[in-house]
């Protein structure tokens, strides 16, 4: 298989993330007296913002429904962006993870293009871009948000979008790198030629095993052996 992209998850597969995204979640969700444990959390990572709320409400809150319900989720959702932006623009830690600039690099030297998709909103990547330089980038060539499509994952519209704005016609052609089930899914439903996934976010190797990727990889390191 000839690989002419590459679509990369951004936080816990090529950002690290030592929890801090499941921890904004439970906050923003505690502050509406909704309690979520930790594992609960972490299953629904990868998913648009949104939605992981709308089925955290709908479960720990039933008593809440209709409009009431929805303005629950917007309040909890915007919360949560404000934590996560004020985050990433000030957390001295933030940081990609190990090889993953290097990568990125190797990539665009072998003529393969790189592009990331994410479950967060707009603002929110655009204060992690800002603050790795990653906005700038030129190893980097398309960067797509889950609110600038119709629906985020596990529907392909990202990666389906990226092709068409990168003039990748063959889904076959394109790899899908992330660290949860739902980016498996993803790259599933979109017909790409892989889907690697990475041990480096939410997801133990055994969980990601459930989701029969193509490969499952401890290090983004291992990837270059994987399709070049």
Known sequence: MRTALVVFDIAGTTVADK?????????????????VPIDEVNTLMGYRKIEAITRMVVKHAPQV???????LVNRIHDRFNRIMVDFYRTDADLEPLPFAEELFALLQEKGIKVALNTGFTRVITDAIL??????KAAYINKVICSDEVPEGRPQPYMIRSLMQELGIKDAAEVV?????????NEGRNAGCGKVVSVTTGAYTREQLSAYQPDAIIDSLQELPALIL
């Open 65 to 71: 429904t209709g409009s009431d319900q929805a303005e």
């Open 19 to 35: 929890d801090h995204v499941n921890q904004a979640f439970r906050t923003a969700l505690a502050e509406a007296h909704i309690q």
């Open 176 to 184: 899908k790198v992330g660290d949860t089930e739902v980016d498996v």
């Open 130 to 135: 800002q603050r790795l330089g990653w906005d």
